[in-house]
């Protein structure tokens, strides 16, 4: 799962850690693939079991596993052990029981005692000119000649590459939907330096878009963006410059700037340790004022407004309870350590960025899917201000999965009260695949989603 600020993440980690010195029926398997730490990935792809589901199985970053999914949001990890793929639940490492057996490369596959055929799709692999940059992109469209919805994905703040790893490209053509996807600049086959800038990254999603329309030519319909996480911000911002852009989905994202995540993240540190009263909430906001400042600075302001809030509230309980994106960690550590670690990383974060004025006037209709459990990108306040603009008439639809964490995936909490995130929200996939194809929602129930603003 991606954090918004991966600096942030690490520089976290690097100072924290200083300073802490049914079985398949066998006779009808296919040939089973070699064993233990075998290179998996000529398997990813997508295939029609008996039974009529689709099943996508997808690259990870360890060559010797896989992750399959189905489009009821079910999914797991594959890896061999002992000699044996085990598929493991969600993102957990708990054994869920499903068995699979791959054939030799390109054959079919056993899922849980169905059988699978591996589809064909119409691929086109492409090179393009982003804003200064080359970009490596594929487009993906069913078999044939018909005219097909095409989405084109958005990345978030991950710095691998969407061309190898993003399950759309698999999963998402089984309903008839194309998908083009391209690594981001300074990620896998492009040029250029990885950014967290924006304006550039929507620069960069417009050129794919048009890239997507050329290949694809008379084959592509209805197009459009998908963002998730940090592409909430890029993908309406790419729709507002690309007039051929008509539609948005957005997920998990916010509609609040870039300081809103480590602030929000605080309000959930304290209301779960017990601290949620006004008060506390009104002084840990002095606080995330303050490292919001040095952390949107690169360290250059805001040391004399952290010594404030540090002489006022240092010693009071809720103070050890605050963690966010990046606030407890500035608070408890000197300037000179944190110049240390941004020095590491600079990424030309768009910390000034508010997406409200694109939201307010862009006219290309937006669906945003929101995770009402969401600790990585807290919802409420997004929740608030999307249902204002629905009812004020802007063309947005926004829906909440009420128990979802971000990535819209559901969880459970292990011992240590840590999450285990176990799949993908149900009805999750289906609502995107609906709105790209159709631009409505027309499918209700989608698992426990509710709408919050825009019509039905």
């Known amino acids: 799962m991606n954090l918004f600020l991966p600096r942030i993440a690490a ?4 100072l924290f850690a200083a300073a802490a010195v049914q079985a398949a029926d066998t006779r009808s398997a296919p040939k089973a693939a070699a064993g233990k730490g075998a290179d998996l990935s000529c398997h990813v792809g997508a295939y029609r079991l008996d039974d009529g589901r689709a099943l996508a199985l997808g690259r990870i970053d360890d060559p ?10 079910r999914t797991g990890k594959l890896a061999n052990k002992d000699g044996a793929l085990v598929s493991t639940l969600g993102w957990s490492d708990r054994a869920d029981g499903v068995k699979v057996q791959l054939g030799q490369c390109g054959e079919g596959i056993v899922f849980d005692g169905h059988r699978g055929e591996r589809l064909k799709f119409d691929i086109v692999d492409t090179t393009f000119e982003g804003a200064g940059v080359k970009l490596r992109g594929r487009l993906v469209l069913p078999a044939g000649q018909d005219k097909v919805p095409v989405v084109v994905m958005v990345h978030g703040s991950e710095n691998y590459s ?14 008839g939907v194309g998908v083009f996807v391209y690594d981001k600049r300074g990620t896998g086959g492009s040029s250029g330096k990885y950014t967290q800038n924006f304006h550039e990254l929507s620069d960069d999603a417009g050129a794919a878009l ?10 592509v319909g209805r197009i459009g963006y998908l963002g998730g996480s940090q592409g909430g911000w890029v993908a309406p911002l790419a729709a507002s410059k690309t ?12 509609a609040d700037g870039v300081l809103a995540e480590d602030r929000d993240q605080v309000v959930l540190d304290l209301r779960a340790a ?3 009263d006004a008060p506390t909430l009104r002084k840990a906001r002095e606080l995330t004022d303050a ?9 250059k302001r805001g040391w004399k407004e952290l010594d404030a809030a540090r002489a006022k509230y240092s010693k009071q309980p809720w103070w050890k309870a605050v963690k966010g994106e990046y ?3 500035i608070a408890n550590h000197t300037p000179a350590e944190i110049a240390a670690e941004f020095a590491k990383y600079d990424f030309e974060v768009s910390w000034d960025y508010d997406p409200m004025p694109v939201l307010r006037t862009l006219k290309t209709p937006q669906l945003w899917m929101l995770g009402g459990d969401d600790i990585e990108a807290p919802s409420e306040e997004t929740q608030k201000r999307l249902t204002a603009l629905g009812r004020a008439g802007r063309p947005i639809t926004s829906v909440v999965f009420p128990q979802a964490d971000h990535g819209i995936l559901e969880f459970e909490k292990d011992a240590k009260g840590e999450r285990q995130h176990t799949r993908t929200a149900e009805g999750y996939v289906r609502m995107q695949l609906d709105w790209i194809k159709r631009g409505t929602l027309d499918g209700w129930p989608y698992g426990t989603a509710k709408q919050l603003a825009g019509p039905k």
């Not at 010797?64 to 949001?73: H, N, V």
């Not at 007039?243 to 916010?254: N, R, T």
């Not at 490292?291 to 360290?299: D, E, F, R």
């Open 243 to 254: 007039p051929q852009a008509q539609f948005v989905e957005v997920g998990f994202g916010l």
């Open 327 to 329: 606030s407890g960690m």
């Open 162 to 175: 969407g061309v190898d790893l993003y399950y759309q490209q698999h999963l998402f053509p089984t309903e």
């Open 274 to 276: 017990g601290f949620g």
């Open 291 to 299: 490292t919001g400042l040095i952390a949107s600075t690169n360290g």
């Open 64 to 73: 010797a596993a896989l992750r399959w999914r189905l489009l009821d949001g």
């Open 11 to 14: 520089l976290t980690a690097a």
């Open 210 to 219: 048009r890239e997507a329309l050329r290949v694809g030519g008379a084959r």
